[in-house]
């Protein structure tokens, strides 16, 4: 079985500038959620999927974050523009309701 | 905002010792997870424990669950260099349906 696939790995960017992430989940897997994770920190859920539906984004900031799920599938999140606040790793999970996620290696974002 | 907290933050042993760390988080849970995180790598899934269950083996992982005192403890016996690594609790919510991860513990593993 497939992993979780992120891309691309390592993105350095300057400030004010858009970054996009991209992942695909593993097959048949309903929920996706993206992390966001600062050094030496736990993952901080930034969207919630079940299937295409965004159904938890309280914790993303639409004025510069957005993300698209579709056919309930791959997904994209989205920075415009980059603040130097942004930079971290950005990492999507997906998984099968209540259980276990399983992650990709992450994006690991640098904002200069 | 995270859900759970661990201790201690960081845990220094020998190979061959036991490691044990400790979670506590705030809110009513469906299941608790816990997981590894090597430097630089995405989170692996270690072991589930649901809400109605009290301990739960896998390998050398021991976990227990008291829901009383919203607290979660992880055993790693007999320790490997492999096993250096952080490990972070996290709690599937039974009212926001979302996994919540806490800050983790960083395990260094001495040869």
């Known amino acids: 079985e497939a992993g979780v696939v992120q891309s691309p790995r390592y993105k350095i960017i300057e400030k004010k500038q858009p970054v996009a992430f991209w992942c695909n989940p593993i097959?048949?897997?309903?929920?996706l959620y993206w992390y966001r994770q600062n050094l030496g920190q736990g993952p901080e859920l930034l969207i919630r999927y079940e299937n295409e539906e965004a159904v938890d984004d309280s914790q993303l900031p639409k004025d510069r974050f957005s993300a698209e799920r579709l056919k309930g599938v791959d997904s994209t999140l989205k920075i415009q523009p980059a603040e130097l606040g942004d930079s971290a790793v950005y990492l999507c999970?997906?998984?099968?309701?209540?259980?276990?996620?399983?992650f990709g290696e992450g994006s690991r974002l640098t904002v200069l | 905002s995270q859900q759970g907290e661990e201790d201690p933050q960081a845990l220094s042993i020998q190979e061959g010792e036991n490691a044990t760390m400790n979670c506590s988080y705030k809110t009513s849970i469906n299941n608790l997870q816990w997981y590894r995180q090597n430097s630089g790598r995405g989170l692996v899934h270690l072991i589930l424990i649901r809400s109605n269950e009290r301990e739960k083996h896998s390998g050398r992982l021991r976990v227990t669950l008291d829901t009383s005192k919203k607290s979660s403890s992880l055993l790693i016996t007999a320790s490997r260099a492999a096993d250096t690594a952080s490990y972070f609790c996290?709690?599937?919510?039974?009212?926001?349906?979302?996994?919540?991860f806490g800050a983790g513990t960083t395990v260094t593993v001495r040869a």
């Open positions: 097959s048949g897997h309903n929920t």
């Open positions: 996290a709690t599937f919510g039974s009212n926001d349906y979302k996994l919540s």
């Open positions: 999970a997906s998984g099968r309701n209540t259980g276990e996620l399983f």
